[in-house]
Every structure is written in C-alpha cells, then in structure tokens.
C-alpha cells in the first residue's frame, strides 16, 4: 500500500512538472511569435486610418530593397530617395505591422531633403526572422540599414533613426552601439522590457506571480541565447551623446508615460520631450500631426545648424 503510494505521488509530481514545463514553452512561443496583421492587410487598414493616400503612395519615387541581416536572413525596406542629399531617416515600426506603419512620416522628411527608408522587423512584413525579440536582435538589423545607408549615400551620410514601440526600443539600443547615428526620435518606446512584462502581467492577467517572466526569460535564454534583462533602453542611457527626442502620448495604456519620462531624465546632454495628451500608444502623430512635425523639424534643425560644414545649406527637395 505503501510503495502504491509514493508510485502515485512521484506520478503526480512528474506529471505536475510535465504540464508546467508545456505550459511555459506555450507561453514563450506565443509572447515571441505574437499574431501579426498580415502585409497587405497594414497596407489597407493606413488608408482606412487616413496614413496613406493611394495615389500618392502609387506614384511617389520609391524602391524595394532587400539585404541581409547579420543573423542570416533577409530585410525588407523601402526607400524614398530625394535628389543631391546625404541626409538619410530610418524608420522602425511597432509589433505586429509592418512598414507601411511609417508612411504617414515619409512627406515631413523628405521636405527637410531626407531620403526616407522604411524598414520591416525581423518576423514582420517581408522580413525574415522566425520569432520577434523585442529589440535584441532588431537593434542588429537597424545597424545593418546603417551599413546600407552608409554605403549607398557615403561614410559622411547624416543618419537618424525614429522608432515607434519596439522600434523606439531598437532605435535607443542602437543609438548607444553606433556611433554613426546623429540623432534619435524615439516614440512610446519601452525603457526596460521585463518591467513592461510584469506591468503587462499585473493589469491585464491579474497576475503578480513575477518568478514566472524570470522563468520564461531562462527558457529563452536556453532555445535562442539571449534573455529579458538584455533588451533595458534606459541602462547606460546616461552615457551617450547622442541627441534624442522622446515622444509619448499620455493616454498610452500598453507602456506608460512614465517610462519615456525615466528615461528622459536619465538621458544627458541634448534632449527633447513631447508629450501629446490626447494620444494613446503610438499614436501621437496622428493625434497631432501639427505639432508632432513642428516638434520634430525645431529638434533636427537645432542639430543641423551645430555641424560645421555646408551639408545641411543644401536644397530642400522632394
């Protein structure tokens, strides 16, 4: 009866950590391969949202690309070149869309002569990538537009970045790796993934049992070689020169206004902080498309005007 016994509780115990160790690699895969909007689908949904108008969009200049990223498979962007420019914006996109996303940015820049390169995530688009990591190896593939940019448009190319959510997250990682990047435009970016996974945890599973995410973050660490603490925006963020415009609307419910003001005040030197009140997330320029350009033009003319030399007295064409 004994040995019956313990045969019973040893099942038990097998079968409890059997059900657990499934239940996790579910929860991994699905944060790390999260239902995205198809592409052509993104496409439709910004001209319904008034982000894209199709003709415009069908007869501007613009071409496809494709390279390679340091990881193996291939990027997707699109280029909007102006003429007799060195200026270049790269700009990233948010979770689960794609680059048509930035669209709506692509009018304001090329005014102020920037060729304009849109840029799908690993795992979105037509990208490749077999999961999103949230900025650890999105962070890559922008230096690798980088390295285009710089060998199309010159090693003396003026580069910027904007990002909105995961791209503002990839943007700022960048901007403190790369010394080529001029300026940042960071929009609703997290300041530190495993703080959004707990908050996310809390408000929308009602769940404060925190050891779960480090369990979660070890299982990644083991299948793909990188963890949750890797991917933190705002560690060392003190430490770099680089100007950079924090965008935020203040109704954001998916990442807090707060952590865009963390990282604003941990951030030294040139910076800037805009924050749209009616906006919610990654939706700040649409709310206030105005003032969102205005904002945008007075931070990168201010840093024009700093570097020495004529590159920026060159005409303003589209």
Known sequence: MRCCMWQWLVLSIVTVCLVSALLLYVVSRLLLSPKKVAYDKTYKLGIQKGEIDDHVFQTIKKEEIYIRSYHGYKLHGLLFPVANSKKVIIIAH???????????????????????????????????????????????????????ATTRFGSKAF????????????????????????????????????????????????????????????????????????????????????????????????????????????KKGKKTLFIVPEAGHAEAYNTDPKGYEKKVIEFIKDIEQACPGSLFKEKQQV
């Open 94 to 148: 948010g979770i689960k869309w794609s680059l048509f996303g930035s669209f709506k940015y692509v009018e304001m820049f090329q005014k102020r002569g920037f060729h304009v390169l849109l840029c799908d995530h690993r795992f979105h688009g037509l990208s490749g990538g077999a999961y999103t990591s949230f900025g650890y190896y999105e962070k890559d593939d922008l230096m690798a537009w980088i390295d285009y």
């Open 159 to 266: 580069i910027g970045l904007l990002g909105e959510s995961l791209g503002a997250a990839s943007a700022l990682e960048v901007s403190k790796r790369d010394s080529r990047v001029r300026f940042c435009i960071a929009d609703c970016a997290f300041s530190d993934f495993k703080a959004l996974l707990k908050l996310r945890l809390e408000l929308d599973l009602k769940i404060r049992f925190y050891s779960l995410i480090d369990v979660i973050s070890y299982l990644v660490k083991l299948r793909h070689g990188w963890g949750f603490p890797e991917i933190s925006p705002i560690k060392g963020l003190e430490k770099i020169k680089t100007p950079i415009l924090f965008i935020h609307g203040k109704r954001d419910s998916f990442i807090p206004l707060q952590m865009t003001i963390e990282m604003f005040k941990r």
